[in-house]
């Protein structure tokens, strides 16, 4: 519901974007301070607000990322399967894993 509303202009929830994009953008600039990514996917439930989220997000993280002119600036994009991103490669995962691997396996 607040994605919709955000869509049509509503100002509550254009709000809510503001600041979760503040919370995702500061907490990618601080990952990219430490592992210097050269991108970042948006996906899950987020992922269905679309660009109304990645914008945000991208506009915090340029802006708090540490070093701007001395690093690469990752890239933020959003998950091509959308909110199904991760069940996918949850199940991608699960298909292609060596059951060895895991402990208490007995094959």
Do not use: Y
Not at 17 to 40: C, K, M, N, S, Y
Not at 78 to 102: C, I, K, Q
């Amino acid at each position: 519901m607040v994605t919709a509303c955000a869509q049509q202009g509503d100002v509550g929830g254009l709000h809510c974007f503001d600041e979760i994009g503040r919370w995702i953008g500061l907490g990618l600039a601080q990952l990219a301070a430490v592992l210097d990514p050269t991108l970042f996917v948006l996906g899950g439930g987020v992922s269905a607000a679309g660009d109304l989220l990645r914008e945000r997000v991208e506009a915090m993280f340029r802006g708090n990322l540490t070093g701007r002119g001395h690093r690469p600036v990752a890239e933020v994009r959003l998950a091509e399967l959308g909110w199904e991103s991760g069940m996918v490669g949850a199940a991608d995962l699960a298909r292609t894993n060596d059951d060895t691997s895991v402990p208490g396996s007995d094959r």
